[in-house]
């Protein structure tokens, strides 16, 4: 996994080599961009011109930067051909703008990688990886990998990480007079356990944060299924809660998210922004487009389950692709993924997206059963994505 760490070394390594020795224009200008491109931002020539070379009047200095891009171009390649032909992080510069791309080499990383995962976990994935090699066939995997949605990340230069929503513990003082874990469905962030605490300033001595956790079964099905078509070794694969996700983890990655609306974490703000929100104590998803709002309610009962999943696909300029598979309970994701494993489906879901003006969208399935089986599944409503998502994903 690509973090800001390795980053700023991998930096430092380019910066430091014999290729960049006598540069040192170029080299202030490599890493004024990177640390652009780190924070999503895209600067224009004159701010390149004034915060590199600190001239804001010297219009033939902004003139030049395209030339001292050029150059930089030039030198990544000739350190990547010799220097850092075996560096695990490359860096490279499209032409036609200033962002930095910041990858994996593929060249040297052809292996499945599990990380950052309790013990229990870890264990259940390497079950999860063997059971998805064995029940599998070539054809099978095939057939999926080369259908719409999935064939992007199973081709694609940068490794996966599969973020699986943990439902969030606290501590809490029982009548025995020591800490238990325990779980109030109402908090689900470190945010949300800070600003109860702030609420109710008498029982701050009462509650305490652990670092406990749990998983839904949709999480462990969700990675079974994910892993059946995209692991075996041809993808870098790396996994993580989203309890412990940072912005940084999702730089130059393909990301899935799997979970209900509550593990959402530092995800929520990011699929607000895109139009899906839900309220914990009414239970109910807001779908937003535009200015128009649906409200979605799932209601149970002692015989059928009624659920709202929800699905978001978008890319990147850079290629990278995210998706997020949300529901209320169990149901709801493991249709949704059962449903986004057959080939026959994507098809449909590809017609129904065919006239959208971008390849991102969302969508909002209906998910009914009875203890998730002999469920059925309807695409409720489609839209897609308007918002320019290079602006808020990192």
């Excluded at 930089?72 to 499209?94: C, H, M, T, W």
């Excluded at 090699?133 to 070539?138: A, E, G």
């Excluded at 389950?305 to 149901?331: N, Q, V």
């Excluded at 449909?348 to 059963?369: C, H, I, M, Q, W």
Aim: net charge positive.
């Amino acid at each position: 996994m690509t973090s800001i760490h390795q980053i700023n070394h991998n930096l430092q390594k380019v910066q430091n080599s014999q290729c960049f020795s006598k540069s040192v224009v170029v080299k202030e200008l490599f890493k004024y961009l990177v640390e652009k491109s780190i924070n999503s931002e895209t600067p224009k020539e004159f701010e390149i011109a004034y915060e590199v070379f600190g001239n804001s009047q010297n219009k033939g200095k902004e003139k030049n930067i395209r030339i001292y891009v050029h150059n930089l171009r030039k030198k990544l390649d000739e350190y990547y051909k010799n220097e850092g032909a075996v560096d695990q992080i490359v860096f490279s510069i499209p032409k036609g703008g200033y962002k930095v791309q910041i990858h994996r080499n593929r060249k040297i990383i052809r292996r499945s990688r599990i990380a950052s995962l309790s013990p229990y976990l870890l264990g259940l994935s390497l079950v999860v990886l063997l059971l998805a090699t064995m029940v599998f066939t070539s054809r099978d995997r095939s057939l999926i990998t080369r259908s719409y949605i999935w064939e992007g990340i199973y081709n694609s230069q940068y490794p996966l990480l599969i973020i699986l929503g943990d439902h969030y513990f606290i501590n809490s003082m029982n009548v025995l007079g020591s800490m238990t874990a325990t779980r109030l469905t109402k908090i689900n962030s470190d945010e949300e356990f800070n600003e109860m605490l702030e609420a109710n300033p008498g029982v701050k001595g009462s509650f305490e944060k652990t670092e406990q956790t749990y998983i839904n079964k949709q999480a462990p099905f969700g990675l079974y299924k994910v892993m059946s078509f995209l692991g075996g070794g041809h993808n870098e694969v790396n996994m993580r809660y989203s309890g412990n996700l940072k912005w940084e983890h999702l730089i130059a990655t393909n990301t899935i998210f799997i979970g209900s609306y509550k593990t959402q974490n530092i995800l929520k703000q990011i699929f607000e922004k895109i139009g899906i929100t839900y309220v914990v104590p009414e239970s109910k998803l807001l779908y937003t487009v535009k200015d128009s709002t649906s409200v979605y309610d799932s209601s149970n009962n002692d015989f059928l389950d009624i659920e709202y999943a929800t699905f978001i696909y978008f890319k990147t300029k850079d290629e990278r692709i995210a998706m997020s598979l949300m529901c209320k309970t169990d149901i709801g994701n493991v249709a949704t993924i059962k449903y986004l494993s057959e080939p026959e489906n994507l098809k449909e879901l590809k017609t129904l997206v065919t006239d959208f003006p971008t390849e991102n969208f969302k969508a909002v399935f209906e998910v009914s059963g009875n203890d998730q089986t002999d469920f059925k599944i309807l695409v409720k409503r489609i839209d897609p994505i308007t918002l320019n998502m290079d602006e808020i994903w990192p």
